[in-house]
């Protein structure tokens, strides 16, 4: 059902594990005012998450000249990493209370409605993790993938950038990958780590799926330059995006949508790792995906149970 009051605001969010994106829309959907700021996913902890918003809600409100302890008429709506953390998402709910509703979705999600308009589609959002899924006709939601790093997510930029890193350990020690890591990027992990071997340590053990996926630029970076070693990377990750295309694919959901930051690198990658897909690079910003739920204008989430788990 559609948010009828006219005084009403939306303040949409778009939230990962690198950082968060806000929008602050007026009752018909018009852009007040957009910001950025840290990560906030909810792997994070939901007073992180509560940080991340708080941050951004100050900055448009600035922008947009909104009151900022005015929040009786705005609708808050997260599309963020992790929602499945029951107990995160409780908490953070209680959090942001102050807010006349509150509606909290997975990132992903927001993604696809963004991407079908709101119709039944298939989407695979690739970012510091991968989430994906398939809205059908019936209003339910199918969802693959999106357990989490370090040992879900594959294809992901934390997949990417751990992946890299484990390359990184063993040229160390002399054991080198085929083909081997460039010694250029070995540098510049070790700008980023330290370059002796008590620090490389610490930072390993202290790095939460934001940091690794911090390191996937260099990647492709050095795919973009013609390194091998990078490129096979971005291979591998087409790869295990495939596979989750494939089980996505249904007789209402033949295209598979690929978004998030590490949507358009990989397209090219999984066009050529796995032509027979429909793939189709959507330029849709999630935000405007979280803006149609939270006014009503497309279905909310509704999970079915995974398909190993009935």
């Known amino acids: 059902m559609q948010v009828k009051n006219i005084n009403t605001h939306f303040f949409c969010l778009d939230m990962g594990g690198t950082g968060t994106r806000g929008v602050l829309f007026d009752f018909e959907g018009n852009e007040l005012a957009r910001a950025v700021g840290k990560a906030g996913a909810l792997s994070l902890g939901a007073q992180q998450s509560f940080n991340a918003i708080s941050d ?5 409100c600035l922008t947009s000249g909104h009151n900022s302890k005015n929040t009786s008429c705005v609708n808050i709506a997260l599309g963020i990493a992790g929602s499945g953390l029951k107990k995160q998402t409780e908490h953070l709910r209680q959090l942001l209370s102050q807010f006349s509703n509150v509606v909290i979705t997975g990132d992903g999600y927001g993604a696809l409605i963004a991407a079908s308009k709101g119709k039944p589609g298939a ?5 510091t993790g991968v989430g994906a899924l398939r809205l059908g006709s019936d209003g339910k939601t199918m969802a693959v993938s999106s ?6 997510d594959k294809g992901g930029g934390a997949w990417l950038g751990l992946t890299l890193f484990s390359d990184f350990l063993n040229a160390m020690d002399m054991i080198f990958s085929a083909p081997p890591i460039p010694l250029t990027l070995m540098d510049q992990i070790k700008e980023i780590t330290g370059k002796n071997t008590q620090s490389i340590m610490g930072w390993q053990q202290n790095a939460r799926p934001g940091d690794f996926g911090k390191l996937a630029p260099i990647i492709v970076a050095g795919a973009k330059e013609g390194d091998t070693y990078c490129q096979g990377l971005l291979n591998k990750a087409a790869r295990h995006i495939a596979r989750i295309a494939q089980t996505l694919q249904s007789e209402e959901t033949k295209t598979i949508f690929l978004s998030g930051g590490l ?3 990989l397209y090219p990658y999984c066009l050529k790792s796995t032509p027979g897909i429909d793939w189709c690079l959507s330029e849709a910003d999630p935000i405007n995906g979280v803006f149609l739920v939270a006014s009503g204008q497309a279905p909310p989430l509704q999970l079915m149970v995974r398909p190993g788990l009935k």
């Not at 357990?147 to 879900?152: E, H, I, K, Y």
């Open 263 to 265: 949507g358009p690198v």
């Open 56 to 60: 951004i809600w100050d900055k448009v």
């Open 147 to 152: 357990w989490g790093f370090p040992a879900g």
């Open 123 to 127: 989407l695979i959002s690739v970012g």
